[in-house]
């Protein structure tokens, strides 16, 4: 963990790193789908970049005011980008549908869209990783 919070450096640090998430989804869309078009490609690309940001912003809540119970980086981090995934699953279900099946076939395991939450949840956990170990986290990082 950084010696000075920073909530700054978390949203930069989740930016970045979402970024990068962004651009391999980018890139392996276009490469092995290139029919879905350029909005979807960069939808994801965006997508991941703003996912990145939110996991950083969300460090700084390291204790639930509700459930009276902590929330540490390991849970609250894959949560958020689980949660962020089912969304855009959930709204763009037919695109999501049409990209599974066109990388993973339509009777395979992996054809539904609503694995993309468990890729929102694993790219979270690194985004909340590297966004806690270089920026910090809890409310001491907003002061910074």
Request: charged share 15%; net charge positive; no cysteine.
């Given at each position: 963990m950084s010696e000075k919070p920073s909530l700054?450096?978390?949203?930069a640090v989740g930016k970045a790193i979402g970024l990068?998430?962004?651009?391999?989804?980018?890139v392996f869309i276009v490469a092995l789908y290139p029919e879905t078009g350029w909005l979807t490609a960069w939808g994801i690309l965006l997508w991941y970049t703003t996912v990145g940001a939110i996991i950083?912003?969300?460090?700084?809540?390291?204790?639930?005011?509700?459930?009276?119970?902590p929330l540490p980086w390991w849970f609250r981090?894959?949560?958020?980008?689980a949660w962020m995934n089912f969304v855009l699953t959930f709204f763009a279900y037919d695109v999501m549908e049409e990209l599974m099946i066109?990388?993973?076939?339509?009777n395979g395991v992996l054809a539904s869209p609503f694995w993309f939450t468990?890729?929102?949840a694993i790219v979270g956990l690194v985004i909340g990783y590297?966004?806690?170990?270089?920026?910090?986290?809890?409310?001491?990082?907003v002061g910074n």
């Open positions: 700054m450096v978390r949203v990068a998430f962004g651009l391999a989804g980018f950083g912003v969300f460090g700084v809540f390291t204790y639930h005011p509700v459930l009276k119970m981090a894959p949560m958020v980008g066109a990388f993973f076939g339509a468990l890729e929102g590297f966004a806690t170990r270089i920026g910090g986290e809890g409310k001491e990082a």
